[in-house]
């Protein structure tokens, strides 16, 4: 067992490659052979969301608080809230994000294959962000 203190585990400040507006990441774990399970907690900031991506082996979302958004590449974007949880596919392109109005806090869990979790594409322009692209 290894029990690793909060105070070993500084929030970190999401990288703006990847995400968009204010988002932290909290208790983030990279999977230790031959385990393959990593994640952790990820808060955004009302208007913060990912940047479109997909994930190898699927991701799992569990909502802590507030109020989300959630979207696959080519179908209507979702709301989701405290309880919801959201299973992408693997391969499936998303994205995931607080609402304009609210922050978000959901737990992250992907499996890596072959030591890579997620594979970044474009940021999620506002206009996709808020749905005005139709
Ligand atoms: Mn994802």
Do not use: C
Not at 80 to 93: N, S
């Amino acid at each position: 067992m290894k029990l690793i203190p909060l105070t070993e585990q500084p929030t970190n400040d999401a990288s703006a490659d990847y995400f968009t507006g204010n988002v932290r990441l909290d208790g983030f774990f990279t999977p230790p052979p031959p385990a393959r399970a990593g994640g952790g907690l990820v808060t955004f900031a009302a208007g913060a969301r990912t940047a479109w991506h997909t994930h190898p082996a699927g991701q799992r979302l569990y909502i802590l608080s507030g109020l989300g958004w959630v979207q696959v590449d080519g179908q209507p974007r979702q709301t989701v809230r405290a309880g919801d949880t959201v299973w992408f596919e693997p391969g499936e392109k998303h994205w995931h994000g607080a609402t304009n109005t609210h922050a978000m806090s959901h737990f992250a869990i992907a499996e890596a294959i072959e030591g890579r979790s997620v594979d970044w594409l474009d940021h999620v322009t506002d206009a996709a962000y808020l749905n005005q692209n139709d």
